[in-house]
């Protein structure tokens, strides 16, 4: 009967599993190191301690809203909102904030309330209302960015010189803070996703929702705590953005939504949902931080930037082929 | 006792049933004759000539491009590249005339073949490698906008030629963009109706498979819808230019969104194979207005953002809950928000 | 306290337009392995539904026992808390995880700190597999076993919910051979454990290899139950079937013709292997397998849907290169396909929009679809099939399954196609129904198409045919006259014997 099985603890069978299975995985961090190493020869800067972590600094942000759009993807949604919640809460934090101390924590907590309750509010309109996401979110994201714009148009207040310092510029020996805030998210969820039973049953709603349902998950609970828990970290990554800044920046979050998908989706994370690994979204944020790292060493021109941009994301798009 | 007390309730409900059907059903109509109403109570000025004629003009640039729109909805897909298109459209146009009619055909027909090789790759992409058609759309907008940065270098271009000013101006009461966009409507909707691809887009958007199985070409479909909705981005991005005056980078953003709400909001489905361009005309009317009313009500500009996003939601929800109770269920649409939103309490008989 | 696992007392369930089940009752002694018989359309899926909890009785007359108490099964889970558990042919498993998390789906063990132990879920897994006589490693993706394997994943899944029931929706279908007798050791097995097995199939040599009893129903309703030991094989045909064949299938009149289709040593991708055989005008070939023998593949094929790898089709004389199914309805070949509701109809569009769909250019003129010419062929051919329907306009979505299939296949009369394949095309549709579309079948053949049938209904293939193919594992196990064959001698060459 299990003659053409896979069988049990034969080790060169199970390497080769690993290896068939993650293929991908494998293909995106050989493309990184290959890019390491044609950077590090074009210039001896690159390979700099102070230039490694600056690079992984920039890419704390889009590295904790690219985790949050995984998780969506991985589980059959999405969030186009994400950048208009960073804006909205970067300036509303900053604004009312205007660098004073005693309003630090309860603007801090402000600013987690308001991408949380976002991600409730998603969350509770397509599980209650049956919205699609892509839908939902395209028009939350004018909603959201409506309110932000309402409040202000131009940079506006600014944060303690300590928050900042705490969010973004302080550092952990020589490691800055945000790395490590990325790293704890990071492990975090991956365990989460990887060996909590909430984590894997968000890989079984994404695989086939109904099937979900049947083996007696709570679907809808699921979806909403997910679009919470991703408000969560989205309300992270705007702080985060915001000490970077000091101040409410009005494109603070501009087209970062996108970027994330991007990652995710250079990443190997599947738009069929139920399949796909936050190893892979890793992969994807150090890629597209490379690759803006590489750009800003060999001084491109600013104007051709978001032409490379472009061509990296569509090219992602045609080599990934998603199967039906 | 019980049973006649049943027909009665049998014999009364559905007249207010009917009623409700009929207000869903046409909801928008509703909507857009309370909607002016509203207006013309909130702001005197709003039947003024002047304000009639800007509101056409302005509906008829977002009219033009959201019938491309509706095209690439009914399909099965989104087209969020449209904004850039317009954009990169009312830049061309600018730098080949330089405010002289003299090339002006020559870039009326390049940019309009720009559009449609964006709708082109676009459609390659989606049925080719079979990607989200958001996810290429907006990747595609980035690579254009990156394409046309690289290529002005950031510096706002010259004038568009005086041919293309025309395009936007109003003569006497007619607004010569609403003329434009009323032909190309009549052009659109008879495409969509009355021809063979038509037909083929409802039977690809509804059901793809089914549409393969009767000898349809579903990738060839997709891709011209796509085509069409670049074909009409440019145009509307033509006639824009001729209104702002000049090519400006920033030129087409926020089309993608309004175009979307437009269609949806005038009832074409997301799902596919339903819907029609007169909805879609109807949806940019109210769009119009709100704007409109936004800025007589002396709001900030960023509140349109609001409302845009509010009225999609408001515009799925109803449209959802339409759809449900015309498909065999008995319950209204009242009825059906309620238990929507309303979590079922479920009857639960435990077996030991 | 009875000695009934299982009582379904008075079943009656109503589908609109359709009674599905009509006072039905069955009852399961615990630890027997039961049959349940019946031709497609007979019933069964709804009743295994209802026992489920996927669907409930109609009215407060049906009654459902577990261990003798009544229980109400509102929904899936309800019956498996109850100790129910089915295994559907679409199995209800999730390719991209791993064969462990699909049998505890939901239910993964954890420690303490609320971490998944894998180690401890996956050695579960094994030992559940293992005691089912399956050897693989539990962290394997699902999606890379076979066929087989997956239905014993779904099996061990139901053992780890404590199933005291299980229930098995025609296993066999997708089955031959060794497999098959895998099965029934591992139902075997079963038995031992002390669990109930509720087996579903048309297949009277494993009912008599594996079943204790059988409960035969027909058209909704029940026919009998019986003890295998003490039945003859004619018997349960008898119950089964209960009319001859001369009653339901017309008669096949006139010779045939020329030959119309050519197909040499065909291949794809999706299969088929290596399959050959001619058409005539005016006959109508049958082809038989059992499920995932390639029927539906060979159907995509000759359509064009599945590009071939080797071989050639001939039609009226000329090659045909690089088919494609625009090219296929240009050259006069209709598909009426397996599924229906996703392959054959846009369910959201009106009957006139589906019926015109591959006949559009008959209709336009100056690139215009011409509406009167449109509406009365259309009406022609409703009227010809007998649609039963408010007008041309109705949405096809709330026609009954047997109009929707004339529907189908008005699509195709328009293109006087010289090929007609049909793909399963009495599949959930009524039997008033379903003796209507055998005439219309025979009548495509009288007007000189030439007609494939694909059925897995054998009494279907059998009263229809001219001639019978039978396919097994993508390639053609044997050809059969009409007049020699037999249900035996189908199911012998589709087991691959």
């Given at each position: 009967m299990s003659t053409a099985s896979p069988k049990a603890n034969d080790l060169k069978q199970q390497i080769t599993r690993v290896f068939k299975d993650n293929l991908l995985i494998f293909t995106i961090y050989g493309v990184i190191l290959i890019m390491v190493i044609f950077a590090s020869l074009s210039s001896p800067f690159f390979l700099s301690t102070y230039n490694l972590i600056t690079l992984l600094k920039q890419a704390t942000v889009l590295g904790i809203l690219a985790v949050g759009q995984s998780i969506l993807i991985i589980s059959g949604a999405i969030d186009l909102s994400m950048g208009s919640t960073v804006t909205l809460i970067s300036l509303v934090v900053a604004g009312i904030m205007d660098s004073r101390e005693p309003l630090v924590i309860p603007m801090v907590l402000f600013g987690l309330f308001i991408g949380t309750g976002i991600g409730f509010i998603h969350g509770l309109l397509t599980?209650?209302?049956?919205?699609e996401p892509f839908i939902v979110t395209l028009a939350t994201f004018s909603i959201i960015q409506g309110i932000a714009y309402a409040y202000t148009t131009v940079p506006k207040g600014g944060i303690t010189p300590e928050l900042s310092e705490l969010l973004y510029y302080g550092q952990l020996g020589p490691i800055p803070l945000p790395v490590i805030y990325f790293f704890l998210i990071f492990i975090l969820v991956y365990v989460l996703l990887k060996f909590t039973k909430i984590g894997r049953n968000i890989y079984a709603i994404g695989g086939d929702a109904e099937v979900a349902r049947r083996s007696g998950i709570k679907v809808e609970k699921i979806k909403i705590i997910r679009y919470t828990f991703v408000g969560l970290l989205v309300s992270i990554a705007a702080l985060i953005a915001t000490g970077r800044m000091g101040i409410g920046d009005p494109l603070a979050g501009q087209g970062m939504e996108f970027d994330a998908i991007t990652a995710s989706v250079i990443g190997g994370i599947s738009f069929m949902g139920g399949r796909g690994s936050l190893i892979g979204t890793l992969g994807g944020v150090f890629l597209l931080g490379l690759i803006n790292n590489i750009m800003v060493m060999s001084n491109v021109n600013m104007y051709y930037q978001l032409l490379i941009k472009g061509i990296i994301v569509i090219l992602a798009v045609a080599i990934y082929k998603q199967k039906k | 006792m019980e049973t006649s007390s049943k027909n009665k309730r049998k014999k009364f409900s559905p007249s207010i049933n009917q009623i409700k059907v009929f207000i869903l059903e046409h909801g928008i109509y509703v909507f857009l004759v309370l909607l002016i109403l509203l207006s013309s109570i909130l702001s005197p000025s709003f039947f003024k000539t002047d304000n009639i004629l800007n509101m056409l003009r302005s509906a008829a640039v977002l009219g033009i491009v959201s019938i491309g729109q509706t095209y690439v909805i009914i399909g099965g897909g989104a087209d969020l590249s449209v904004g850039a298109t317009m954009g990169t459209a009312a830049i061309l146009i600018s730098e080949i005339t330089k405010g002289e009619n003299n090339n002006v055909a020559i870039g009326i027909i390049a940019c309009l073949l720009v559009g449609v090789f964006i709708g082109l790759i676009n459609g390659l992409l989606i049925t080719k490698r079979n990607m989200p058609p958001l996810v290429v759309s907006l990747g595609m907008s980035i690579l254009v906008e990156g394409a046309r940065l690289a290529y002005t270098q950031g510096i706002i271009s010259g004038r568009p030629a005086p041919f293309i000013r025309e395009l936007a101006k109003i003569h006497g009461l007619f607004p010569v963009p609403l003329i434009i966009m009323v032909v190309l409507f009549a052009i659109a909707s008879i495409i969509l109706n009355h021809s063979p691809y038509g037909r083929k887009l409802f039977a690809v958007g509804g059901n793809p498979e089914a549409a393969k199985y009767s000898g349809i070409k579903v990738d060839r479909t997709v891709i011209i819808s796509y085509m069409i909705s670049g074909f009409f981005a440019a145009l509307a991005g033509l006639v824009l230019s001729g209104y702002i005056g000049y090519g400006d980078r920033y030129l087409g953003t926020g089309f993608n969104l309004d175009s979307v709400a437009a269609t949806i909001v005038g009832g074409t489905s997301f799902e596919g194979g339903m819907g029609g361009i007169g909805g879609t005309i109807v949806g940019v009317a109210i769009m119009t207005i709100l704007f409109n009313i936004t800025l007589m009500l002396g709001l900030?500009?960023?509140?349109q953002l609001i409302v845009k996003g509010l009225i999609i939601i408001a515009a799925v929800l109803m449209y959802s809950i339409m759809q449900t109770s015309a498909l065999g269920s008995k319950s209204n649409g009242a009825n059906l928000l309620i238990s929507r939103i309303k979590s079922k309490v479920k009857v639960r008989k435990e077996a030991k | 306290m009875s000695d009934y696992l299982i009582e379904l007392i008075d079943i009656t369930k109503t589908f609109p337009g359709v009674r599905a089940l009509d006072n039905v009752s069955m009852k399961v002694i615990s630890g027997e392995v039961h049959a349940l018989v019946g031709e497609n359309g007979a019933g069964k899926s709804t009743l295994i539904k209802i026992l489920a909890g996927v669907f409930r009785p109609d009215g407060n007359k049906s009654v459902i026992k577990i261990a003798g108490e009544e229980v109400e099964l509102n929904n899936p889970i309800i019956a498996q808390e109850c100790g129910v558990s089915v295994i559907y042919q679409e199995f209800n498993l999730l390719p991209y995880l791993s064969v462990t998390e699909n049998i505890f789906l939901g239910r993964l063990p954890t420690k303490k700190s609320g971490i998944i132990d894998w180690k401890k879920a996956n050695s579960n897994a094994s030992e559940i597999l293992l005691s089912l006589n399956l050897d693989i490693d539990p962290r394997t993706f699902l999606k890379d076993l076979s066929v087989a394997q997956k239905q014993i994943v779904e099996i061990g899944k139901a053992l780890s919910l404590n199933a005291r029931i299980i229930i098995m929706d025609e296993p066999s279908a997708v089955l031959a051979g060794e497999e098959l007798n895998y099965l029934f050791e591992v139902i075997r097995s079963l038995k031992e454990r002390g669990i109930t097995v509720v087996y579903i199939s048309h297949r009277l040599d494993e009912i008599f290899e594996i079943a204790d009893r059988a409960t035969v129903l027909k058209d909704g309703k029940l026919v009998g139950t019986l003890k295998i030991q003490d039945a003859e094989k004619s018997e349960l045909i008898e119950m089964m079937?209960?009319?001859?064949l001369d009653e339901t299938f017309p008669k096949s009149s006139n010779g045939t013709g020329k030959k119309i289709l050519e197909v040499k040593n065909i291949s794809t991708k999706n299969l088929i292997n290596n399959v050959s055989f001619i058409l005539h005008k005016g006959e109508v070939l049958g082809i038989a397998g059992l499920v995932g023998s390639g029927k539906t593949e060979l159907a995509r094929a000759l359509f064009g849907v599945d590009s071939l790898t080797n071989g050639q089709i001939i039609i009226d004389e000329k090659t045909v290169k690089n088919i494609d199914p625009k090219k296929a309805v240009e050259l006069g070949i209709g598909l009426v396909p397996e599924d229906r509701k996703s392959q054959g109809l846009v369910l959201k569009l009106s009957i006139k929009k589906n019926i015109t769909l591959p006949v559009l250019k008959f209709f336009t003129k100056i690139g215009l679809i011409k509406k009167n010419l449109e509406i009365k062929y259309v009406k022609d051919h409703m009227q010809a099939l007998e649609i039963k329907a408010p007008g041309i306009n109705t949405v096809v979505q709330q026609l009954s399954g047997g109009n929707q299939q004339k529907v189908v296949v008005a699509k195709w009369l328009g293109t006087n196609p010289n090929v007609f394949i049909l793909d399963e095309p009495t599949r959930g549709i009524d039997v008033g129904t379903k003796k209507e579309m055998y005439n219309i079948i025979r009548d495509l053949a009288e007007d000189g198409a030439g007609v494939i049938m694909m059925s897995s209904e054998l009494l279907e293939i059998l009263g229809m045919s001219d001639r019978i193919l039978v396919m097994h594992q993508g390639e053609i196990a044997g050809e059969l006259k009409s007049d020699e064959a037999s249900e035996e001698r189908i199911l012998r060459l589709a087991i691959g014997e």
């Open positions: 599980t209650k209302l049956k919205l | 900030p500009i960023n509140v | 079937i209960g009319r001859t």
